[in-house]
């Protein structure tokens, strides 16, 4: 059993120097992620004006907010759901599957691996270029840094177990591309990513709290920014470990079914 988990974990040190491989693709996404920054930065800036409140965030705590949101991102992005749906593509996932592993653990492992390739690479030196550029406030108690670092796990554990599941649809239709793309578009926009969710109207506010999305970045943001303090820090985090063992359903349902798919249609 523990030579097992031995190499899980060897799945994430490979992972992470493939990317270390390509390194050079991480500088330039620095810069992107800089000028994303900048271009929400000044948008924000102008719709501001002379200053006062928009959705209950001051301008700093949303130059905050866009910033660190976009750093956050490239921490849990990944392209796990491209990933499986090219191993089922190319049929390489039938022999994924009878490797003395799970399948679907080795991949949350290689995200996991690429994720703290970017945490190292690219959030961390993208986090401080955005300080030195734009008025970035970070949250002055141990309470929020230690909330935001725990959620930001959980951020990428639930965006993967997102990408996890869509990948897993390309056993069900025979192309899923046009899915994925919704689904990143969907992420992006109903996360908080994009337009922060207390500045959606009140019904679609509403609806969008019972949504996993919000768990990625938008309160993981509201912590950093100080918009949540105190004791309510540990609430939101709950509400991310509620959606963490909600989705392992639907994940742990499609990997079975899957499974059964493959193996019904190849004997």
Do not use: C, H
Not at 81 to 98: C, H, L, N, P, W
Not at 99 to 114: A, D, F, S, T, W
Not at 122 to 141: E, H, K, N, R, T
Not at 174 to 197: A, H, Q, T, Y
């Amino acid at each position: 059993m523990s030579s097992q988990f031995g190499a899980y974990f060897d799945f994430i040190r490979i992972r992470f120097l493939t990317m270390l491989a390509y390194r050079i693709n991480y500088y330039s996404g620095i810069l992107i992620y800089t000028l994303n920054i900048g271009v929400y930065y000044f948008t924000w800036k102008a719709i501001y004006g002379g200053g006062g409140e928009l959705g209950g965030f001051t301008a700093t705590q949303m130059t905050t907010y866009v910033a660190v949101s976009w750093m956050a991102r490239a921490f849990y992005f990944n392209n796990l759901d491209r990933e499986i749906s090219t191993d089922i593509r190319d049929g390489s996932i039938a022999i994924q599957f009878i490797r003395p592993y799970n399948y679907v653990i080795v991949k949350m492992m290689q995200g996991l691996g690429e994720g703290m390739f970017r945490f190292l690479m690219l959030m961390i030196p993208g986090m401080a270029i955005s300080m030195l550029l734009f008025p970035v406030q970070l949250p002055s108690s141990l309470g929020a840094w230690a909330g935001f670092l725990i959620m930001l796990v959980f951020s990428f554990l639930i965006n993967s177990q997102l990408n996890v599941i869509t990948g897993l649809t390309s056993f069900f239709v025979e192309n899923n591309e046009g899915f994925m793309r919704m689904k990143r578009v969907v992420v992006d926009l109903f996360s908080g990513l994009i337009i922060p969710i207390s500045l959606f109207p009140s019904w679609l506010s509403n609806i969008m709290s019972y949504l996993p999305f919000q768990a990625i970045t938008y309160l993981p943001g509201s912590v950093f920014t100080g918009r949540v303090q105190g004791t309510s820090i540990w609430s939101v985090l709950g509400i991310q470990v509620l959606w963490f063992m909600l989705l392992l359903l639907p994940m742990i349902w499609l990997y079975r079914a899957s499974r059964q798919r493959l193996f019904v249609q190849g004997g």
